[in-house]
């Protein structure tokens, strides 16, 4: 569960939609795809068209998964950091109304330029 009081750092590494397409499918909505996604070793984050859609496996079969649905009609402002030359972490932070705020810390390649392009144009 994302937790809003914490500001809750999520580490990931971006991998293909299509790698989580079997989780989040049964919640996506009429029109609604997959733009990026990414994983922790259990967790995982997939943002959408519409909302970004955070997994967190449970218990020790992981059976037991705790989805949490944030829509980017309730973000009200973000804040990126790209990488640097020896620090290659990106770090996306999103400002929900009545909510708090949530940061993401992306490894590896991601291209964080391009997802904040496409939250801008869900949120603008």
Same mark, same amino acid.
């Given at each position: 569960m994302i937790d809003f009081e914490n500001n809750g750092v999520f580490k990931l590494s971006p991998v293909e939609a299509e790698s989580q397409m079997g989780r989040v499918a049964p919640l996506l909505i009429e029109g609604e795809h997959i733009v990026a996604a990414f994983k922790a070793i259990r967790d995982s984050v997939v943002f959408t068209n519409k909302? %970004? =859609?955070?997994m967190n496996v449970q218990g =020790? $079969?992981?059976k037991k998964v705790d989805y949490t649905s944030l829509p980017y009609s309730? %973000?009200?402002?973000?804040? %990126?950091? $790209? #990488?640097? $030359?020896f620090d290659l972490d990106?770090? /996306?932070d999103l400002f929900?109304? #009545? /909510?708090g705020h949530v940061r993401f810390e992306l490894r590896g390649g991601c291209d964080i330029r391009a997802l904040c392009r496409a939250i801008s144009e869900y949120i603008l």
């Amino acid at each position: 569960m994302i937790d809003f009081e914490n500001n809750g750092v999520f580490k990931l590494s971006p991998v293909e939609a299509e790698s989580q397409m079997g989780r989040v499918a049964p919640l996506l909505i009429e029109g609604e795809h997959i733009v990026a996604a990414f994983k922790a070793i259990r967790d995982s984050v997939v943002f959408t068209n519409k909302r %970004v =859609i955070a997994m967190n496996v449970q218990g =020790i $079969t992981g059976k037991k998964v705790d989805y949490t649905s944030l829509p980017y009609s309730k %973000v009200q402002a973000y804040s %990126v950091e $790209t #990488a640097g $030359t020896f620090d290659l972490d990106c770090e /996306l932070d999103l400002f929900f109304s #009545a /909510l708090g705020h949530v940061r993401f810390e992306l490894r590896g390649g991601c291209d964080i330029r391009a997802l904040c392009r496409a939250i801008s144009e869900y949120i603008l």
